[in-house]
């Protein structure tokens, strides 16, 4: 399977109308098509290598313990089965390319058993779908856009499944892009060590700490960063939903979470200099906010009398309700078990 894998990526590239060449093109961001597929591939094997400790960790029993039916870790076998193709797809590509694929690394994730698992699951796939849809602006060779874009609707389904197990709505009219910087600033905290030329190409924002459990539309919420004392002028909160932005002044440690422009599904808000999102002027973040009310009637994958969800990551927050949010703070596993508590 692998040699047919590794015939149909270089069929496929060979196709392309610049093939090798176009990988050394440089964008106006500085970045290449190589460096920007080498930066999805540090996020496939950071999945991959998730699902394959989980799916070691945790049996059909311990599904079902946790109140799922046993086809739940069947489709997650699946999906990681999905991640080591990406993974395989991707390594191939660059070196047909003539570029060094990044390895593995050695990570740590913080969850504890299968409801924690499958509420970081929904987090990593959410901001794996962010990942792909905000480095698209970036990639020039039509045949790598292609290919990325693949890969972006295959991690869509991915988490509309987790989504849907956690009882959260799998439906949402808008992704929300983020950039690779940010994208890096959330997944900072899960490597552990990486071999040389293997680490995380860029250089995360401060990490921004949601540390309120009550994160709703209209609420206030409490947000904190190193050195956040020092720092002068207007500051704000941006938050990131599908494709819009909406912002509120950020003060004494806290911001007003917007009522506008905000949509379902996950979300992103840093502290910002200005008030719009931009690298340039992020001073800490992103954190996670989830902008859905969670549907407890239970769904497919829930077995007759347990649990259709379960959510729960490193994050800091939240409570049910009608616009229920949940907060994930950015700068480690430390929430983890609080957070997966009050959500379960």
Same mark, same amino acid.
């Given at each position: 399977?692998?040699?047919?894998?590794?015939?149909?990526?270089?069929?496929?590239?060979?196709?392309?109308?610049?093939?090798?060449?176009?990988?050394?093109?440089?964008?106006?961001?500085?970045?290449?098509?190589?460096?920007?597929?080498?930066?999805?591939?540090?996020?496939?094997?950071?999945?991959?290598?998730?699902?394959?400790?989980?799916?070691?960790?945790?049996?059909?029993?311990?599904?079902?313990?946790?109140?799922?039916?046993?086809?739940?870790?069947?489709?997650?076998?699946?999906?990681?089965?999905?991640?080591?193709?990406?993974?395989?797809?991707? /390594?191939?590509?660059?070196?047909?390319?003539?570029?060094?694929?990044?390895?593995?690394?050695?990570?740590?994730?913080?969850? /504890?058993?299968?409801?924690?698992?499958?509420?970081?699951?929904?987090?990593?796939?959410?901001? *794996?779908?962010?990942?792909?849809? *905000?480095?698209?602006?970036?990639?020039?060779?039509?045949?790598?856009?292609?290919?990325?874009?693949?890969?972006?609707?295959?991690?869509?389904?991915?988490?509309?499944?987790?989504?849907?197990?956690?009882?959260?709505?799998?439906?949402?009219?808008?992704?929300?892009?983020?950039?690779?910087?940010?994208?890096?600033?959330?997944?900072?905290?899960?490597?552990?060590?990486?071999?040389?030329?293997?680490?995380?190409?860029?250089?995360?924002?401060?990490?921004?700490?949601?540390?309120?459990?009550?994160?709703?539309?209209?609420?206030?919420?409490?947000?904190?960063?190193?050195?956040?004392?020092?720092?002068?002028?207007?500051?704000?909160?941006?938050?990131?939903? @599908?494709?819009?932005?909406?912002?509120?002044?950020?003060?004494? @440690?806290?911001?007003?979470?917007? /009522?506008?422009?905000?949509?379902? @599904?996950?979300?992103?808000?840093?502290?910002?200099?200005?008030?719009?999102?931009?690298?340039?002027?992020?001073?800490?973040?992103?954190?996670?906010?989830?902008?859905?009310?969670?549907?407890?009637?239970?769904?497919? *994958?829930?077995?007759?009398?347990?649990?259709?969800?379960?959510? *729960?990551?490193?994050?800091?927050?939240?409570?049910?309700?009608?616009? /229920?949010?949940?907060?994930?703070?950015?700068?480690?596993?430390?929430?983890?078990?609080?957070?997966?508590?009050?959500?379960?």
């Amino acid at each position: 399977m692998k040699a047919a894998l590794a015939t149909a990526v270089l069929a496929f590239f060979a196709a392309g109308s610049t093939q090798a060449a176009a990988v050394e093109k440089r964008q106006s961001s500085g970045l290449t098509d190589a460096d920007i597929l080498n930066f999805a591939l540090v996020l496939e094997h950071l999945e991959a290598t998730f699902y394959s400790q989980a799916l070691s960790n945790f049996t059909e029993s311990d599904f079902e313990k946790a109140g799922y039916s046993s086809n739940v870790r069947a489709n997650i076998e699946q999906i990681g089965n999905d991640e080591n193709q990406h993974v395989q797809f991707l /390594t191939s590509a660059l070196s047909a390319a003539g570029a060094t694929p990044v390895k593995a690394c050695d990570y740590k994730f913080g969850y /504890t058993d299968v409801s924690s698992f499958l509420a970081l699951s929904q987090v990593l796939e959410g901001v *794996g779908v962010s990942a792909y849809l *905000g480095a698209a602006q970036y990639v020039s060779n039509p045949a790598y856009l292609t290919a990325a874009a693949s890969i972006l609707t295959a991690e869509a389904r991915h988490n509309a499944f987790i989504r849907l197990m956690n009882s959260y709505s799998p439906f949402v009219a808008f992704d929300t892009p983020l950039t690779p910087t940010a994208v890096q600033s959330i997944a900072t905290p899960f490597f552990s060590s990486c071999p040389d030329g293997s680490a995380p190409p860029f250089t995360a924002f401060p990490a921004a700490n949601l540390t309120s459990s009550n994160a709703t539309m209209g609420s206030t919420i409490q947000v904190s960063y190193a050195n956040s004392s020092s720092a002068e002028g207007q500051r704000y909160c941006v938050f990131l939903s @599908g494709l819009q932005q909406a912002v509120s002044p950020y003060n004494n @440690g806290s911001c007003t979470i917007p /009522t506008a422009n905000l949509t379902t @599904g996950q979300a992103y808000g840093v502290i910002s200099s200005a008030q719009t999102f931009n690298d340039s002027t992020v001073l800490a973040g992103p954190f996670v906010l989830n902008l859905d009310s969670k549907n407890n009637t239970g769904f497919s *994958g829930a077995s007759s009398g347990g649990k259709g969800t379960s959510v *729960g990551s490193n994050a800091a927050a939240a409570t049910t309700g009608a616009a /229920t949010k949940l907060g994930f703070a950015a700068s480690g596993l430390l929430g983890v078990a609080a957070f997966a508590a009050l959500l379960l």
